[in-house]
């Protein structure tokens, strides 16, 4: 084979080539080294670029320490607050507290007037507090205010109680408490320790690891027997970079070491005068504060003063020692009326904004008819009874006669709609619990509250005897929750009038603002509470990196003049600062106004009695205090309704639904009840508040039962559910259910006594039980008094 179709292929030239064709596709070495210089370069200029970044950071985080250590041992800060809690009641506070003072201030304790110090050994000014034993409510409020809580646990306390382990109930009662509230830093004490070594290291690494479990992992535990020991906690102390919750650094906050009050002519109202150091944020003259359990007022003036522990080299114990009163004023701040945020609670409605000033032409010719058929109606008056007579006389037999008609005209039960039909219409003016009491229904419906007993008329005998029925009602109220009995004297239709049937309680429709009551014209809504709240912070947090005019900065000593305080309430101030830290709080924008505000709480282990809906209680929210009576209700996921719940049960959390003043979330919230007049309240639940929202809808829900009579498969007749053939026809509309997971719905009446044939989805058994769901929208209950004082 051969010719042109014969393949050719390329000659191999590197046998003829010269160097520099076979080194032509190479790179020069000058030229890679210069490339490689290049990439280099690039990646080294990114990780200069990356160091240096980093170094400016730590260089930020290093200057911002060191400032505020600066301002810790400065004299700008104000003191730090260590409060003394004795774990057992064998703890031995005052002479801990006399070590730790005398040793601050290089005097006696018997010469220390006051529990602040300015120890220029240590570079630092220090309050001590002690929190009396078996006083809850002054243990939270040194708590609140603690910017290390310092527990003192004693090594005698173990032989006492030995299942404690060196806390007794109430210590255990109170560490449960302060972890609701938010600890700050802790430290423990260990006193009573034994002077030999060896033992003494052993009962001190018992100790430890017996609390290891109770505090946070931070936490440290030194002895605290002498001397030494003290000042060696004490050098730590000052340089010690001190947490506090978050909640407390939102809003500034003045704990009073002197309480007054001064008259202002009227023997009513007085100015209350709280003197001491401003913490966490500046406070306005034109801001609104709080004073603990008292309630929220205004400000007439703020006299900024000499403070008289300064921290410097040379001692003045004269002015030290001093009286407050006599301490020199350096400025005062008096409002702008113009800028002074109004003390507004409750809104005041208009009772005519909804009236119609001058009816319309189809109104008039209404009227016109009704009249005429006045005018026709035939009446029956007494014989020589005139018509300007007759005008006056009111004719209740035409009214019953109309609503037997409206009665028989009824087609039943209006399914997932507001209407309740004509027959409800009568009784809209009350609830179900107002009808229950009216019409003699059962005692499940009965709202306890609204009926008042004279002080006179009850006894002991009484008192056991509603505990026991609240305690049988609570039982009831687990074992079948939600399920009442229906009257027999009373129609169904009247009973339950303000309820409904859903045919879905997930998806069915409920309108937030059908039937308000009246007390929600007296409350506040927000458009956009989440956007309204970031507003408010960022406009609080602006007014204190601006230093604005009528400001007073962190750490100045200052006499608050609270303006129209009740003369009342400023004389148990004046008596409760003695021994319990009074704490004016500055309040935010709008959180004086009353709204609906939501808390997620959970019943407290150690309260075992029950704790119904609508029960006044009292409420530790932050620094504030104020009276709620909430209604409980557990919360749902992929609904807007929620089903509320008549007693709080423990082991789970539910939502607690209060009219109060407005507090912007997050706020560790304390629930106490008093049991008496004499006797201190108590725990009952601990939570947060979690929303404030009047359009969260909580639905009450009541179940009423009957029970098969002649089963036929999925046909029934069931008997004692209604007890006269109209309210079955009325309910008609409304599904059923039974206890074993059937469906079903009502065909007819049987009979006069109230029986009905069901129809249902599958084969009934002869034991299982007819359910039906009625809801109806319900409220929490408007408080006599918004704060524990008044």
Known sequence: MGGSRVQVNKTHKSRFSSKHSRNVHKTSVKDRIAVVKTERNVGKGARAARVQRNKMIRDQKRAAVLKEKRELSGSRSPPRVIVLFGLSASVDLDSFSDDLLSLLSKESSSEVSSGTVASSEYRTRTT?????????????????????????????????????????????????????????????????????????????????????????????????????????????????????????????????????????????????????????????????????GAGDFQLSKIEVLKDPFPLSSRKNQDIMDSDEMNVEVIGCLAPDPQKQEALVVENEPDPLSGEQTWPTEAEIAKADEDLKKKKTRKRTLPRGTSEYQAAWIVDGSDEEESDGDDEDDDDGMVLDQNEDGQEGNEYTEFDGDGASIRFGASDEETDNDSVMMEADNITREKIEDELKELKEAHAADEEFPDEVDTPIDVPARKRFAKYRGLKSFRTSSWDPKESLPQDYARIFQFDNFKRTQKHVLAKALAKEQENMEGCIPVGSYARLHIKEVPSAIASKLCALGKTTPITACGLLEHESKVSVLHFSVKKNETYDLPIKSKEELLFHVGFRQFVGRPLFSSEYINTDKNKMERFLHPGRFSVASIYAPISFPPLPSIILKRTGEDAAPAVVAVGSLKSIDPDRIILKRVILTGYPQRVSKRKASVKHMFYNPEDVKWFKPVELYTKRGLRGRIKEPVGTHGAMKCLLNGVLEQRDTICMNLFKRAYPKWPNHHYSFL
């Open 128 to 292: 001590v507090l002690k929190a009396p034993h078996g006083d809850l409510l002054a243990c939270m409020e040194m708590a609140k205010v603690a910017d290390l809580l310092a527990f003192v646990a004693s090594i005698n306390s173990l032989s006492e109680e030995a299942d404690s382990y060196y806390i007794d109930s109430f210590g255990d009662q109170c560490l449960s408490v302060f972890r609701s509230l938010g600890l700050p830093s802790t430290v423990v004490f260990i006193r009573d320790l034994p002077t030999e070594l060896k033992q003494r290291n052993e009962l001190k690494k018992a100790c430890t690891s017996s609390l290891a479990s109770e505090f946070p992992e931070d936490c440290k535990f030194y002895p605290a027997d002498t001397k030494d020991e003290l000042h060696k906690f004490l050098w730590l102390f000052k340089e010690q970079r001190l947490k506090v919750p978050h909640w407390r650094a939102q809003r500034p906050y003045l704990m009073a070491q002197k309480v007054d009050a001064a008259s202002d002519g009227n023997s009513e109202k007085c100015t209350l005068l709280l003197t001491g150091y401003l913490r966490a944020r500046t406070l306005s003259v034109n801001q609104l504060v709080h004073v603990t």
